[in-house]
């Protein structure tokens, strides 16, 4: 079993619309980090979350934590093709580091 | 700066051999990370060094793979004899120091075993 439940699996949106991205742990977060992968390139660090309720955002993308519910969110506003890749959060749980089942998102022109 | 370094890209070999792969961590990096990313899931960890000490290997397949950074800079992560499960993108990853803030990954090597 996953430590990190991302949903969806994958997402098709059109250029323009917003997206949400959900990621759950089965066990109390205390911090959760957020990661974008493209295909060749290397894992590029999003944002950290270390506070329940914490909200941060860079550019268009917007992440929240909410510890009670074991959830974090990402968020993504007006979304564009340069958004297209896969969409990991990680999380330190109990002193090991895992990262998500992973979204694969595509934005269609 | 230049970023995290890794070779081969890519790799494939018959079941039974062995494999290595290299990684060059960012200059001033004392922490250096190994994740094994197969088709559909998350990365997962594998070994995690600081400087030349290993802190966590809890996940690391002993019998088959090994991984040293014996000068505390690079990095090998070897795979002998490697098994068909063993095909994915192994990831190396570097940050300032322990604390997991802001990992920086290279491009990763794609192996594929046969």
């Known amino acids: 079993s996953q430590e990190l439940e991302q949903s969806p699996q994958s997402l098709i949106v059109q250029e323009g619309k917003n997206l949400t991205i959900n990621c759950t742990s089965s066990?109390?977060?205390?911090?959760l980090y957020w990661y974008k992968q493209k295909y060749g390139e290397g894992l590029i660090f999003l944002m950290m979350?270390?506070?329940?309720?914490e909200e941060k955002s860079h550019e268009k993308i917007t992440a929240k934590l909410d510890e009670k519910k074991q959830q974090s969110s990402l968020h993504i506003t007006a979304s564009q093709p340069s958004h297209a890749g896969i969409y990991l959060c990680?999380?330190?749980?109990?002193?090991?580091?895992?990262f998500g089942t992973g979204t694969s998102l595509t934005v269609i022109p | 700066e230049a970023g995290v370094a890794q070779s081969p890209r890519y790799k494939i070999i018959e079941k039974r051999q062995s494999v290595a792969f290299w990684c060059n961590p960012i200059?001033?990096?004392?922490?250096l990370y190994w994740y094994q990313q197969i088709l559909g899931q998350g990365p997962k960890l594998l070994i995690q060094?600081?400087?030349?000490?290993?802190?966590?290997d809890s996940q690391l397949p002993k019998d088959r793979f090994s991984a040293e950074r014996l000068k505390g800079v690079d990095s090998t992560l070897k795979i002998q004899p490697a098994k068909l499960e063993d095909s994915a993108v192994y990831l190396c990853?570097?940050?300032?120091?322990?604390?997991?803030?802001?990992?920086?990954f290279g491009p990763g090597t794609r192996l594929l075993v046969l």
């Open positions: 990853a570097s940050s300032f120091d322990r604390s997991q803030e802001t990992q920086y």
């Open positions: 066990k109390t977060l205390y911090g």
């Open positions: 979350l270390q506070k329940g309720g």
């Open positions: 990680g999380a330190d749980i109990w002193g090991q580091f895992y």
């Open positions: 200059s001033g990096h004392a922490t």
């Open positions: 060094f600081q400087n030349n000490g290993v802190v966590d």
